[in-house]
């Protein structure tokens, strides 16, 4: 049930079979579960998520929304919901740009991967394709997708929609802050509980956080304002992945001059020295999220005078992906020789983001052997793998099957 300018009707699949979003011809079909048709123009405002979309259907039963590319491609992406479960068993895994290009060649270029490579990279699509696992995209990998141009834009940013399916990884910034107002309402004893929000989502805008707003309406109900974004969202992701114009972002040059600048300042200290410096640089890092955080439980202003030091140290050290962050950025603070570079943000906030939420990590070899050692000294089981075939081999030996395969046997 919703309503609109003061309205009230319906939206049930026991009525409707397709939407169809034909952005071409500029008309809505409607199919009914009577096999019934409507055909209407689209209203003239309506936004096209982009000259690359040339029509969009909406499945009622499945409740799917398949997007068409002006190149033939379909894309299938599952479409939020607030009820029911969509994970359904299936673990997240997590790949990193690198990964994501690998699996883009073994689809246009096959001949140009290592045998083992190819095998690798064709099991995780069946995987992905028939229900066995769910990849998430993140705005990592938009922002490193949009950065491509041409055919090279499109052949990895039509792979990593038709994968990843409307999944996402939701903000890492966003989730250390649920970590830290979480952290501190339980330190502080208060009866604040913090909104739950799952780190692998179908939500919408779930990649951007607040950075994003709702493109539906405002004279819309919040029900329909949330149905028409999730509606639409699919499209949109798609529409950003494969769009041939670049977009090119200012890289962080100033956090890798300023962490260098800590590294530079930490080397003539002593051990225990660094580790308290460690510590101090990553409650200067988190400052403006813990503030941001405490609002979410109570006043901020009220709330840090009951905030000891040894508070603030903890919270940045022991919540779970926040202090993975914090152990990662410290350890190469200690290292004199070590060259920050623009790209270690994306590299070190994605990547422990992963390692703390989803099922497997593929990461790029620096990183990614880093996060395994300190894992594997915090004596917790790493599920982090530098390479497609080491993953599989994680995945088969952990009994991951498609639906296919779990039918079948």
């Not at 699949?13 to 009914?32: E, G, P, T």
């Not at 005078?305 to 990662?328: H, K, Q």
């Amino acid at each position: 049930m919703t309503e609109r300018e003061g309205h009230k009707f319906t939206l049930s699949a026991d009525d409707y079979s397709m939407w169809v979003l034909d952005w071409r011809a500029k008309q809505i079909r409607i199919v009914m579960q009577s096999g019934e048709e409507h055909v209407a123009p689209m209203d003239a405002d309506e936004r096209r998520p982009s000259n690359q979309i040339a029509r969009s259907f909406f499945d009622w039963d499945r409740w799917w929304l398949t997007t068409e590319t002006e190149k033939g491609h379909l894309v299938f992406c599952e479409v939020w919901s607030p009820v029911g479960d969509p994970v359904k068993g299936r673990p997240s895994v997590y790949l990193d740009q690198l990964h994501w290009s690998t699996i883009a060649k073994a689809l246009v270029k096959p001949e140009a991967l290592s045998e083992a490579d190819l095998t690798a990279a064709q099991r995780i699509m069946k995987l992905g394709h028939d229900g066995g696992i769910r990849l998430p995209l993140s705005s990592a990998t938009m922002q490193e997708t949009a950065a491509l141009f041409g055919d090279r834009r499109y052949e990895v940013g039509i792979a990593i929609a038709s994968l990843s399916g409307g999944w996402q990884l939701r903000d890492p910034l966003e989730l250390r802050r649920r970590e830290f107002a979480a952290w501190f309402a339980e330190r502080l004893s208060l009866d604040a509980p913090v909104p739950a929000a799952d780190a692998v989502t179908l939500a919408p805008r779930s990649i951007f956080g607040d950075r994003v707003g709702s493109a539906a309406g405002a004279d819309l109900s919040d029900s329909m304002r949330q149905f028409m974004d999730a509606l639409t969202w699919p499209s949109v992701l798609v529409s950003m992945l494969i769009d041939p114009a670049p977009i090119t972002g200012a890289p962080p040059t100033r956090w890798a001059e300023s962490n260098g600048d800590i590294a530079k300042w930490m080397a003539s200290m002593s051990r225990e020295q660094r580790a308290s410096a460690a510590t101090w640089a990553a409650i200067q890092d988190n400052e403006g999220l813990m503030s941001s955080a405490l609002s979410l439980i109570g006043d901020p202003s009220t709330l840090v005078g009951r905030l000891n030091p040894t508070d603030l140290a903890d919270a940045v050290t022991d919540t779970r992906f926040g202090g993975l962050y914090t152990a990662i950025m410290g350890e190469r603070h200690r290292d004199p020789n070590r060259r920050w570079l623009p790209n270690d943000l994306n590299d070190i906030m994605f990547l422990t983001c992963a390692a703390a939420y989803c099922d497997y990590v593929a990461a790029e070899r620096s990183t990614g052997r880093q996060m395994a050692q300190l894992l594997t000294r915090r004596k917790v089981k790493p599920n982090i793998y530098t390479t497609l075939p080491d993953l599989v081999e994680a995945l088969d030996r952990d009994g991951v099957r498609t639906v296919s395969e779990v039918e079948g046997s």
